[in-house]
């Protein structure tokens, strides 16, 4: 792929990495240190990106800047600008969340708010501490409706294996826009101690490498669902757990889950244990587990699927899930993105059918294309319609809850010379990091796939590649070296740009 970069963006870039090895980033200011001494930068973690609490457009974007720092007063501060601008704007004073349990120090999760972004505008920032400027980076504001985009899907990936570093670092030679998660963001559950090993250290690398990973999140928005490992222990197990809701800052606008309620996974802990997760996640457990966000000319619905204490056949999910499509109606594609696959060919995993019961929704409401994990593989469906029979009445929670039915298969559709879907197509995109590959030996072997299934590959790591522009749809799925495996183009006439 060849970097969107301008040639005058390219030389500032040029000459910034030449007066400037400190941290990455166009508009860091400040020398290298001496070799001799030791690193200054005052971070646990070092910033990165979240959408915030954002979910639809504007017309000045937004984004939240995160890092973690030790548990001491400082003066922080962060400012902003276009890139080539001159002047730069304060993002006002960081606001900060302790986080104190077992087993790991106390410490200062901080967040600033970027505001006035220019919608699809290049922009940089700047973090300071007591004064002195201590990282920068650049990064895209969030794009507007009518403006072509490409994000990366891949799930199962937080485990610090030489597969995920070789798929960083090639998801960041393909330039994404944003990158979406469905789940299993870490391993193996969700704990703090997990995400400074094997998730940020290889996302927010200084430098791009297949033997390190990239400086991703730094400066490509990351978006992600729950997965089996993301909250699958409790507090009395893992004191450091839930994480995902200390460290992530995604859209309110899902159901109105309620600590202890039904559909909310427990905390599980003594009183002082559960307490000091709700100290450091605010309103943020168990809110977040589902959420939705637009880009562009698309809607992307994020489930929270694996949950044993989630009932998608509860009345009050469902009407939450079928309201969040009905009021995408304007949105060209609509996403969803469902850690377990309704629709699975692994021989390892073949009963995990627990989100077939909201297949209908999806039909209802428009969904183009679902994106899952849960299976360490590559498998695409044909685009579908599935019907449940008998349909449950009861609770539908466990992963492996059967639910047979009938369906109807657009074969026709291959994406080359029939480019126009007659249902749901499915993904699995499961290969983003973790070593243990799931039936590989299926790969092209189609004797051993469901009716239901036109692509299996499990035999290497991988991700998914998504472009739309208009009415246009491409998705391709990629090998850990940039080697394509798969093509599909979905159009949708009459709809946008040709």
């Excluded at 720092?69 to 002047?87: C, I, K, L, Y």
Aim: charged letters at 20%.
């Amino acid at each position: 792929m060849v970097p969107r970069v301008t040639v005058n963006r390219f030389l500032y870039l040029f000459a910034f990495c030449i007066g400037c090895a400190r941290v990455t980033g166009p508009s860091a200011l400040a020398q290298a240190p001496d070799a001799e001494s030791p690193d200054p930068v005052p971070f646990i973690v070092k910033p990165y990106l979240q959408l915030g609490d954002a979910a639809k457009l504007a017309r000045a974007e937004s984004l939240e800047l995160l890092w973690h720092a030790e548990d001491t007063d400082a003066d922080w501060s962060v400012q902003s600008r276009p890139v080539d601008g001159v002047a730069w704007t304060d993002c006002g004073t960081p606001t900060w969340r302790r986080v104190a349990v077992e087993s790991i120090a106390p410490h200062r999760v901080y967040r600033a708010s970027l505001t006035g972004l220019k919608p699809g505008g290049f922009f940089e920032y700047r973090v300071s501490r007591n004064g002195e400027i201590v990282f920068s980076a650049e990064a895209m504001a969030r794009k507007p409706a009518g403006r072509p985009f490409q994000c990366v899907v891949m799930a199962d990936c937080g485990v610090n294996s030489p597969e995920q570093k070789e798929v960083a670092h090639q998801v960041h030679q393909w330039k994404p826009d944003f990158v979406v998660i469905p789940g299993d963001i870490i391993y193996n559950d969700g704990r703090i101690s997990e995400y400074r090993e094997k998730y940020f250290p290889i996302y927010n690398a200084d430098q791009a490498s297949a033997d390190v990973g990239a400086p991703l999140i730094r400066s490509t928005l990351f978006l992600a669902g729950l997965g089996q490992h993301d909250s699958g222990q409790p507090l009395d197990a893992h004191p450091d757990g839930f994480a995902y809701y200390m460290y992530w800052s995604q859209p309110l606008n899902g159901p109105a889950l309620q600590v202890g309620g039904p559909n909310t996974f427990p905390l599980g802990g003594t009183a002082e244990r559960e307490q000091a997760i709700l100290t450091a996640t605010g309103d943020r457990y168990p809110r977040m587990a589902n959420y939705s966000f637009d880009y562009a000319d698309s809607h992307w619905t994020m489930l929270d699927s694996w949950n044993p204490h989630a009932d998608w056949n509860d009345p009050m999910l469902r009407d939450w899930l079928r309201q969040d499509l009905e009021a995408a109606k304007d949105a060209t594609w609509k996403f969803v993105a469902c850690y377990l696959p309704p629709f699975n060919s692994s021989t390892m995993f073949p009963h995990t059918q627990k989100m077939r019961i909201v297949a209908d929704l999806f039909e209802e409401g428009g969904v183009n294309v679902v994106f899952c994990g849960y299976t360490h593989a590559y498998q695409r469906t044909y685009p579908l319609k599935f019907t449940a029979d008998p349909r449950p009445t009861g609770p539908v929670k466990e992963q492996g809850h059967e639910i047979p039915g009938s369906f109807a298969l657009d074969r026709e559709f291959d994406g080359k010379t029939d480019t126009t879907p007659e249902g749901v197509i499915y993904y699995v995109t499961g290969g983003g990091g973790n070593q243990q590959l799931h039936s590989p030996e299926q790969t092209d072997n189609s004797e051993t796939w469901q009716p239901y299934t036109a692509k299996y590959i499990a035999d290497v790591h991988q991700f998914t590649y998504v472009e739309v522009d208009g009415n246009r749809l491409k998705i391709r799925q990629v090998r850990k070296d940039g080697e394509e495996l798969d093509r599909i183009i979905v159009m949708k006439p009459g709809r946008g740009a040709q």
